[in-house]
C-alpha cells in the first residue's frame, strides 16, 4: 500500500506540472500565471479543493508529446463562500490546445455542474483545437461543439456562468466566455476572435495584428464582446471574487446533515485494513466501519443476502446509505457457502430494496465496489440470477437521490453496472490505488484470449508450441494488466480519479455537499420491475 501511493503522489507531482518547468517559466515570462496557480489565488483559502480529470490522457497522445491532465485543470471548489465548479485551460501544455480527451474532460466539468447546479467559472488560455486531431474533437454529439450547446442550456436553467479570457481564445472556443453571463478579459495577454491575424491575412487579404485584431481595449471599448479589462491576472481573478459575493441563494435538496465527526479508527490503522492482493478475502464491514462517523453503522438484513453489505450511517455528517460487496465467504441460513465479491439472488433482492428505501427516504448511494460479477451456473441461472440482478440494476439506474461510486478493488463485467458503474450516471465516480476495472479479472480473460488466437491460428493450419504459446500468454496478459491499471481507465475519464483512500470522506462530503445545490424534482418510478 505505501508503494502504490508513493506511485500515485510522484504521478500527481507529475501532472501538476503541465507541460513542464520552462514552460511555466515562459507563462511567468509574460506575466501571467499558470492555470493552477490562478485556481489557488482563486478559491478561498483554508478550503478544499477536489479535482476532477487530474490523470486525463495519462500515457496516451505520445508521438504528439503526450497531454497532462488533458490539457485543462477542471474540478470543484469554493469562491467566496460559493462552491462552484471551476474550468482552466493550461497553456503549458500545447498552449491549451484541445486534443479529444480535453473535450471529453470539458464536458464533464460541465455535466457536474449541470447535475448539481453548479455556478461555473471558465479561465479560458487556449489555442483552440488541435488540428492534427480534428476529426476526433469537432464534428461528434459529444465532441468540442457540445460545450457551446451546455452553455445555452446552463444559461436558460439559471446557472450562473463567469469567464475570463486570459490568454488566447480563438475560432469557435471563442463563443464560451461570451455565451457566459460576464466577460472579462486581461490587457495585452487576453485576445478573443474568431480567426487570428494569420488567416485574417489569408482569407480576406486584411493585415492586421493580434492585439488591434481581438485584444482588451477592442472589445472593452469598441465591440462591446467583453465586459471589463483588467491590468492583471490577480486583478481579474479578483472581479470574479467579487461577483460571486454576490450571487443569491437557490434552494437547496434538502439532505440530512449533523455535526461532522471522525470514525473511531484512525487513518493509519485504516490503510491496514486494505489488502493488495486482489485475490485475498477480506471483511468488508471493517472498512466501511472505518469510513463513518464514529464508526457507527445500522446495517440493513444483515443476515440475508451477505455478499452485499446495505445500511446507514453518516460521513462527514451527511446521512448516507452505503451499498458495499463483502469480500470474504459467507454462509447462508441454508447452509450454502457464497463467494466473496459476487453478487447472489438474494444479494440483489437485497440491495434493490435498500436502493428504493434510500429513494423514499431522500438518502444520497454511496456504492463501494470489490465485485467478481453476478453468481454464474445452473443453480444461479434456475434461481433466477438474471431477474434479481435486474431488479437491483433498475432500483440501482432509476434512482433520483445522488449516487457516489469507489472502485476498491475488483470492477468486473456486469458487477461495474449493478454498483454504479460510470454508465449508470454517478454524480462522483473515484478509484483507489487497488482498483482494477475490466470485463473479467486479468488471469480469466488472458486464458481466454490465449484459447481463441490458438483456435485462430489452427484454423490457418498453423500448428503452436508450448513455448509459442506460453510467449503469447505473456504478451496477452502483460496488455490485460495494463489495461486493468486504475491511471488507465482514469486517463480515459472512466473515473474521475484515483485518489488515497482516505481522501473518500472528503470526496463524499464536497460530492453531497454539490448535490445538494440541486433539488431533486423528478419522482423515484423503477417502472416494469421483476419480481
Known amino acids: 500500500m505505501a508503494a502504490m501511493l508513493q506511485q500515485l503522489e510522484e504521478k500527481y507531482k507529475q501532472v501538476k506540472l503541465g507541460g513542464g518547468a520552462k514552460r511555466i517559466e515562459k507563462e511567468h515570462a509574460k506575466g501571467k500565471l499558470t492555470a493552477r496557480e490562478r485556481i489557488d489565488y482563486l478559491v478561498d483559502s483554508d478550503t478544499e479543493f477536489l479535482e476532477v480529470g487530474a490523470f486525463v490522457a495519462d500515457g496516451m497522445y505520445k508521438e504528439e508529446g503526450g497531454c497532462p491532465s488533458g490539457g485543462v485543470v477542471t474540478g470543484i471548489g469554493f469562491v467566496s463562500g460559493r462552491m462552484c465548479m471551476i474550468v482552466a485551460n493550461d497553456a503549458t501544455v500545447k498552449a491549451g490546445a484541445w486534443f479529444p480527451m480535453t473535450a471529453k474532460k470539458n464536458l464533464r466539468a460541465q455535466e457536474i455542474a449541470m447535475e448539481n447546479r453548479l455556478p461555473v467559472i471558465y ?141 473511531s479508527i484512525s487513518s493509519e490503522e485504516f490503510l491496514k485494513l486494505i489488502p493488495t492482493d486482489r485475490v485475498k ?77 434510500c ?46 461510486t469507489f472502485l476498491l478493488g475488483n470492477s468486473y463485467g456486469a458487477g461495474n453496472y449493478a454498483m454504479c458503474g460510470k454508465a449508470y450516471d454517478p454524480r462522483l465516480i473515484y478509484s483507489w490505488p487497488t482498483a482494477q476495472m475490466a470485463v473479467m479479472s486479468g488471469s480469466a480473460a488472458a486464458n481466454t484470449l490465449l484459447q481463441i488466437k490458438v483456435s485462430a491460428l489452427k484454423k490457418q493450419g498453423k500448428e503452436i508450441s508450448e513455448e509459442d504459446e506460453k510467449q503469447l500468454l505473456d504478451e496477452i496478459s502483460k496488455k490485460y494488466q495494463e489495461e486493468l491499471s486504475p491511471y488507465y481507465a482514469a486517463s480515459r475519464l472512466w473515473v474521475d480519479g484515483v485518489i488515497d483512500p482516505r481522501e473518500t470522506r472528503k470526496v463524499i462530503s464536497m460530492g453531497i455537499e454539490a448535490a445538494n445545490h440541486a433539488p431533486i424534482a423528478e419522482r423515484f418510478n423503477v417502472g416494469v420491475i421483476q419480481t
Not at 459529444?142 to 452553455?151: C, D, T
Not at 446557472?159 to 472579462?184: F, H, K, N, R, T
Request: glycine share 10%; proline share 3%; with cysteine.
Open 359 to 404: 429513494n423514499q427516504r431522500k438518502i444520497p448511494l454511496v456504492f463501494l465496489q470489490d465485485v467478481s460479477g453476478f453468481m454464474v451456473g445452473s443453480k444461479a441461472e434456475h434461481g433466477g440470477i438474471i431477474k434479481d440482478g435486474a431488479k437491483m440494476v433498475n432500483a440501482m439506474a432509476n434512482s433520483v437521490v445522488p449516487k457516489f
Open 123 to 263: 479561465l479560458v488560455d487556449s489555442a483552440g483545437v488541435f488540428l492534427p486531431m480534428q476529426n476526433e474533437i469537432f464534428p461528434d454529439k459529444e465532441h468540442f461543439g457540445r460545450q457551446f450547446r451546455n452553455n445555452a442550456k446552463m444559461s436558460a436553467m439559471g446557472i450562473v456562468q463567469v469567464a475570463a479570457i486570459m490568454g488566447s481564445c480563438v475560432a469557435g472556443g471563442a463563443y464560451l466566455p461570451i455565451m457566459s453571463d460576464e466577460a472579462m478579459i486581461v490587457d495585452k495577454t487576453g485576445s478573443i476572435f474568431l480567426a487570428g491575424s494569420y488567416l485574417v491575412k489569408s482569407a480576406i487579404g486584411e493585415r492586421i495584428d493580434n492585439e488591434t485584431l481581438g485584444g482588451a481595449t477592442t472589445h472593452c471599448e469598441i465591440s462591446g464582446v467583453t465586459d471589463n479589462k483588467y491590468e492583471t491576472d490577480q486583478e481579474c481573478l479578483d472581479a470574479i471574487r467579487t461577483i460571486f459575493d454576490k450571487i443569491g441563494h437557490d434552494a437547496t435538496a434538502g439532505f440530512d446533515r449533523k455535526e461532522p465527526k471522525n470514525p
Open 281 to 357: 478475502p477480506y471483511e468488508m464491514l471493517d472498512l466501511v466501519k472505518a469510513m463513518v462517523d464514529e464508526s457507527e453503522f445500522e446495517e440493513y438484513k444483515k443476515d440475508y443476502g451477505k455478499t452485499l453489505i446495505c445500511g446507514t450511517a453518516r460521513i462527514e455528517g451527511w446521512a448516507v446509505g452505503i451499498v458495499a460487496n463483502q469480500r470474504k465467504i459467507v454462509k447462508t441460513a441454508k447452509g450454502e457457502m457464497q463467494m466473496g465479491g459476487v453478487i447472489y439472488s438474494d444479494s440483489a433482492d437485497k440491495a434493490a430494496r435498500f436502493i428504493m428505501n
